[in-house]
């Protein structure tokens, strides 16, 4: 679990404001202080709701989490790792793209026998 937990009101309000870009309704992409909040508080909602060390979870630039029960990873590359873009992300946390649909586009990379998060999300709903 991460050190201090998430403010489910902080979290929210965070994803809240990249929405209308998620949406389509904005052209613009957010600034990059409020995209990578919106990034790094919702992972850190995934570490809560599916805590663990078995795999983690790459959203470059701006976080990397550690989530799911099951064998701890301690040094070197993780054996299940899942990658994507803060777009897709976004869009997977919020449950506008499922899972499925974002492995099968090559949206996300997922390696290993853990690194399914299609029972962890969406892990905001709006």
């Known amino acids: 679990m991460p050190s201090k937990p998430v403010d ?27 995209l990578a909040a919106a990034v790094r508080l919702s992972l850190r909602t995934l570490e809560q709701a599916a805590p663990g060390r078995s795999v983690e979870v790459r959203v470059p630039p701006f976080a990397a989490v550690q989530c799911v029960a099951g064998p701890r990873h301690t040094r070197g590359t993780p054996p299940n790792v899942v990658e994507t873009d803060p777009r897709t992300w976004l869009e997977l946390a919020v449950g506008r793209l499922g899972w499925d649909e974002a492995v099968a586009d090559g949206r996300v990379t997922a390696s290993g026998s853990r690194a399914d998060l299609s029972t962890a999300l969406p892990v905001l709903r709006f």
Do not use: C, N, S
């Open 8 to 34: 489910p009101r902080e979290a929210r309000a965070a994803v809240e404001a990249v929405l209308p870009w998620l949406t389509g309704e904005g052209v613009d992409q957010p600034a990059r202080p409020v």
